[in-house]
Each structure stands twice: as C-alpha cells, then as structure tokens.
C-alpha cells in the first residue's frame, strides 16, 4: 500500500513569491491534515479535512495560507506570499476517518526555505 | 488547551543501555496518548498508544504506560539499538481528531 505522497521534498524560495505544496493521501483515506513543523518543534496542525470539507481550519493564517480539496482525494496548500518566517517543514497526514483513535499517516514532507 | 512536554534532548546512549523519555500532558477529559518516532528523512511514523488510562502500549521493544495520576506517558526501551536513533514526539489527542505534539526528543545511540 503506498504512503501519502508529498510534493516537491524540499523548497527554496525568495520572501513574497508565492509557493504551493501537494499531498496524495492514502487511498481510502476521507480525512487529512496540514501541519507545520518549525525547527526543534512538534507538529502544529493547519488544516483538517473531512472528505471535501474544512472541518478545522482555526489555526490556519487566512491572510497568506490557502487549501484546497476539491474532489476529496488530494490536496494543495498555497501560501501568498510568504515570508521569512514560514520557513519550516510541511506535513500532510491522512486517516480513515475522522475520530479520536484512528491513526494518522504522515508524508515525508515539504521543507521549506523562504530567503 | 491541551499540551505536551518531552524531556529535552539531545539523549545520548550507548547500545543495549536502558532509554527513558519522559511525556507529561495537560488535557481536558480523557486523552488518547502516543508515541510517534521520526527516523533521518522519512515521516512521523506511530509507535504505540494508549487510549486509557493504566493501558500499556507496546512496540519493537518501546514500552510506555498511560498514568492519569501523574499525567504521564514515558517511554522505555530496556535495550536500546543504533537503529533507534531518531527523534521521539509525545502526542495526544482529546476526541477531535487533531494531534496535539511535545516538542520532540533526539535520541543518539552510539555502537
């Protein structure tokens, strides 16, 4: 079974360019997740999907971040434009379904490099 | 809200030496824990959890015990291997589905 896909691995971009990131989750999988992850930190999460919906999207910067899940399957996460500090790792995550014990699995993630 | 806290690393071990990594939590109701590892280049990958309290998660030789009275979840391998290198997260999550993560711990095993 293949994991969940993330594109490109790493990124490397001057400030205010804008910069887009992409997840395939695992086949199946109706709920994903956007997370961020700064240097010598855990995870913080950005974005829940349920299917096509953002059932979760409180901690995301309206601002500059954007997401998108339109069919329910795969997914885009925009930031426009970015700045110097959203240099960090981003992760997609997928699960079955939404709920408190279903196991979430990660991408290998987005490292992102803003100059 | 809810949050975690990991000992801080890096944690440097020889082999077959004992590992414990301590994770306290603070969290409304009654939390699901885990443990997740993220070896060099590669994602977080799951490596056990308890869902409550008193239950024992177990896994490649990792041990960590859901402990309501302390609020703890530690982990513990009695022998550790340079294969275990990696970084170690604590999480939890209180019923919505969203993890909530320690700050991670580095593990240094050397031959």
């Known amino acids: 079974e293949a994991g969940v896909v993330q594109s490109p691995r790493y990124k490397i971009i001057e400030k205010k360019q804008p910069v887009a990131f992409w997840c395939n989750p695992i086949?199946?999988?109706?709920?994903l997740y956007w997370y961020r992850q700064n240097l010598g930190q855990g995870p913080e999460l950005l974005i829940r999907?349920?299917?096509?919906?953002?059932?979760?999207d409180s901690q995301l910067p309206k601002d500059r971040f954007s997401a998108e899940r339109l069919k329910g399957v795969d997914s885009t996460l925009k930031i426009q434009p970015a700045e110097l500090g959203d240099s960090a790792v981003y992760l997609c995550?997928?699960?079955?379904?939404?709920?408190?014990?279903?196991?979430?699995?990660f991408g290998p993630g987005t490292r992102l490099t803003v100059l | 809200g809810d949050s975690v806290t990991q000992m801080e690393g890096p944690v440097t071990l020889s082999e077959e030496a004992f590992l414990t990594i301590n994770c306290t939590y603070t969290?409304?109701?009654?939390?699901?824990l885990f443990w997740y590892v993220q070896y060099p280049g590669e994602g977080l990958q799951l490596l056990l959890k308890?869902?409550?309290?008193?239950d024992k998660g177990s896994n490649k030789g990792f041990e960590a015990t859901y402990r309501k009275e302390t609020t703890s979840f530690h982990l513990e391998k009695g022998s550790v291997q340079v294969s275990d290198s990696a970084v170690y997260f604590c999480?939890?999550?209180?019923?919505?589905?969203?993890?909530?993560f320690g700050k991670g711990t580095m593990l240094l095993v050397s031959p």
């Open positions: 308890a869902t409550k309290a008193d």
């Open positions: 086949s199946g999988h109706n709920t």
């Open positions: 999480a939890l999550t209180s019923g919505y589905s969203t993890l909530t």
């Open positions: 995550a997928s699960s079955q379904r939404e709920g408190a014990y279903n196991e979430q699995f």
């Open positions: 999907y349920e299917n096509e919906e953002a059932v979760d």
């Open positions: 969290a409304t109701g009654y939390p699901s």
